[in-house]
């Protein structure tokens, strides 16, 4: 069994996939990140959600790591070599030697989650490709017939908007995030509560829908597919219509894949 994690800005993602005849995903566990935690904190937790999940950790038999925070790798680095000791790929450390094409001015300023969901894009055959990533930031990335990184758009997620709504005024509340459906009754406001979920939540549908409609109308990308991803997407499946396909664990596939592609 290949352990795939994905190292994000929020949280970091423990992912268990069978490889004997698929790649299948098995279990998953997400962790917030704490550049505290120590290789002798994850560990527990670690073996925990393996008991929990009825799996023995004595099963993986090879690690594969992105990560965009280098305090969070670093002591995930450390976890492995201490308490897993199996074959590893760390893809920070070998982007370009992975066979990722980076068309980009400073390859080494992409991040890693971006270039490994290029990466799976082409092994799923879902590419080219406008891969949306709903994380702590929204990222659109463009993906080549062949698998290339070839740039993209970073802007703020979600759910940092709605932090900064609360922090920057005095008497907005704080609200959760949630899906709404009928735009006709749902797009004024009535209180202070509906009205920030409106404003949040049918302002991103509108960014994404608009920048995916920038993106192609430029003649090269107007026929490549849109493509969702990240612990949001499922949020707003229902009211972009522009999405294609979500896969939500897009960058764990990726990650799982390198590593076979690279074990060696």
Known sequence: MILAIDCGNTN???????????????????????????????????????????????????????????ETLLNIKSLINKYLNVKTLIVNENILKLGIKVNIENPNEAGADRLVNSYAAEKLNISPAIIIDFGTATTFDIVGKNGSYNGGIIAPGVNLSLEALYLAT???????????????????????????????????????????????????????????????????????????????????????????????
């Open 12 to 70: 970091t993602v423990f992912a268990l996939y069978n490889t004997n005849k698929q790649i299948k995903q098995l279990t998953s566990w997400r962790i917030n990140n704490d550049s505290k935690r120590t290789a002798d904190l994850y560990y527990p937790w670690l073996l925990k959600m393996f008991e929990v999940s009825k799996f023995d950790i004595k099963s993986v038999t090879g690690v594969s790591v992105a990560s965009v925070v280098p």
């Open 170 to 264: 005095a008497n907005l509340p704080k609200v959760s995030l949630r899906p709404l459906v009928d735009k006709n009754s749902s797009i004024i406001g009535k209180n202070t509560i509906s009205a920030m979920e409106s404003g949040i939540f049918w302002g991103y549908v509108s960014m994404i829908e608009g920048l995916i409609e920038k993106i192609k109308s430029v003649n090269k990308f107007s026929d490549y597919k849109v493509v969702a991803t990240g612990g949001l997407s499922n949020l707003f499946k229902n009211s972009v219509k522009s999405i294609d396909v979500i896969v939500d664990d897009l960058t764990l596939i990726g990650l799982v894949k390198l590593y076979l592609n690279n074990k060696n």
